[in-house]
């Protein structure tokens, strides 16, 4: 399962990044179906899956499995706490849910929202990438979805260019073509070998 680590200053950034793109949010895009959201400074792991209109959360305390979560996707864009089998408030599980949602989004849309600054030529000052679209950096087991460019905080992928040689998940996406053509592409397994799981990470200071 693909893994998500969150320190108290990433969750408050993705709660701006919500703030100013909610209606992105409310799309309630799911571009990974499984993943393990870790939260080191309070020692809680919430394992999520999506399937279909249910969203569950399988919440722990250190070792301690403290029960699930779920809620049902209503039409409006919104959820709908459907059931807790945990100790937790309904603030503390709304809590939950708005920090997987904002993830998601953020994954999905982020790299859109940014403003970047425009050059002489009016075209607009992009960071240097691969031809893929990543950045030039060494390989590593850990994929960074924001990175800092100038002042900028980016919302995007930093990690090595080369594919792994394992099978590993793709997460779900937009796909641009040329023609202005937009598809989305569901989650997909890629590669041969044996399963190799991603960790990602907030707020990796780029080049």
Same mark, same amino acid.
């Given at each position: 399962m693909n893994k998500v680590i969150l320190k108290t200053e990433d969750i408050e950034y993705l709660l701006k990044w919500r703030d100013r793109h909610t209606d992105l949010v409310r799309q309630s895009p799911c571009p990974m179906k499984s993943c393990q959201l870790r939260f080191p400074d309070v020692d809680t792991i919430v394992n999520a899956?999506? =399937?279909? /209109?249910t969203i569950r959360f399988d919440v722990m305390f250190g070792s301690e499995p403290i029960g699930r979560v779920e809620f049902e996707k209503t039409i409006f864009g919104m959820c709908k706490l459907k059931k807790n089998k945990t100790k937790l408030k309904n603030d503390?599980?709304?809590?939950?849910?708005?920090?997987? /949602?904002? *993830?998601?989004?953020? !994954?999905?849309?982020? $790299? #859109? &929202?940014?403003?970047?600054? !425009? *050059?002489? =030529?009016?075209?607009?000052? +992009?960071?240097?990438t691969h031809r893929n679209g990543h950045k030039n950096v060494r390989s590593s087991d850990t994929t960074y979805i924001l990175t +800092?460019?100038?002042?900028?905080?980016?919302?995007?992928?930093?990690?090595?260019? +080369? #594919?792994?040689?394992? &099978?590993? #998940?793709? $997460?779900?996406?937009? $796909?641009h073509y040329k023609n202005g053509k937009v598809v989305w592409i569901h989650e997909y397994v890629k590669g041969e070998g044996k399963q190799k799981d991603k960790t990602y990470k907030v707020g990796k200071k780029g080049e």
């Open positions: 899956h999506a =399937d279909g /209109s503390g599980v709304q809590g939950i849910l708005t920090v997987y /949602s904002s *993830l998601m989004a953020l !994954l999905v849309y982020g $790299r #859109s &929202t940014v403003d970047y600054p !425009l *050059l002489e =030529d009016g075209k607009k000052k +992009r960071p240097t +800092r460019v100038g002042n900028e905080l980016l919302p995007a992928i930093k990690g090595s260019h +080369r #594919s792994p040689s394992c &099978t590993f #998940s793709v $997460r779900g996406h937009y $796909r």
